[in-house]
């Protein structure tokens, strides 16, 4: 059975820092590209930053960049999501999703990924 479980998420100021971290089990990690996605409420599930399974190199959502930092341990199955300066409008339900197509770049559309986890609420206060 193929389980993606995301933790770290919470409540914290504006400016303040997460860790969030997606562990995985009965997948082939290493062939996974990874990526995050975030839904606030009333909105509709968006791209945040996805790692590529070969190059390692992240892609990420112009709103995150420079503040969000993806990574992934091949050895432990796991993906993270290193989140500094957090903002009010960073707050949403935060979710993890692995993409086995062959393709080098990590994808961006949610279509792309096959697998999910259930997600993880940050807040952010003001």
């Known amino acids: 059975q193929v389980t993606l479980v995301e933790s770290g998420g919470g409540l914290v100021q504006a400016g303040g820092s997460l860790r969030l971290s997606c562990a995985t089990s009965g997948l082939i990690f290493d062939i996974y590209t990874m990526g995050w996605f975030r839904q606030a409420p009333g909105k509709e599930r968006e791209f945040v930053a996805a790692?590529?399974?070969?190059?390692?190199?992240?892609d990420y959502a112009d709103s995150v960049k420079g503040r969000f930092t993806i990574s992934r341990d091949n050895a432990k199955n796991t993906v993270y999501l290193q989140m500094h300066s957090l903002k009010p409008e960073d707050t949403a339900v935060y979710y993890c999703?692995?993409?086995?197509?062959?393709?080098?770049?990590?994808?961006?559309?949610?279509?792309?990924?096959?697998?999910w986890g259930q997600g993880t609420q940050v807040t952010v206060s003001s």
């Open positions: 790692i590529s399974w070969r190059t390692r190199d992240g």
């Open positions: 999703a692995a993409d086995n197509s062959p393709t080098i770049s990590p994808r961006r559309s949610e279509d792309g990924y096959q697998l």
